[in-house]
């Protein structure tokens, strides 16, 4: 599973595919999948996901694992499993 609760928050796994032609999150069977319209160079798409995931769960996003990796670790601060389901909602499959 990629996600886990902490007394901080949330962490997640995401996977990221870059030079997408709009930003999207998409989640089913508990993997999510990150389009990032930036490219993968000087940290632009880090840059990205964490604006982008700031705005969507309105708190801080810290990223902590990944920075040169498709596969990335995400801390949602101050957010359990129940606000990210309502906020990332499954996939039906």
Not at 7 to 15: L, P
Not at 17 to 33: A, D, G, L, Y
Not at 34 to 48: C, I, L, Y
Not at 66 to 76: V, W
């Amino acid at each position: 599973m990629n996600i886990k609760e902490t007394d901080q928050g949330i962490i997640i796994t995401i996977f990221v595919k870059p030079n997408s032609s709009k930003f999207k999150i998409e989640r089913s069977n508990e993997e999510i999948v990150v389009h990032a319209t930036e490219e993968p160079e000087k940290g632009k798409v880090n840059r990205e996901i964490l604006k982008e995931f700031t705005k969507l769960f309105h708190t801080q996003v810290e990223l902590i694992s990944g920075i040169t990796s498709k596969e990335k670790k995400l801390l949602i601060k101050d957010i359990d499993k129940n606000d990210l389901d309502k906020t990332l909602p499954s996939e039906p499959s």
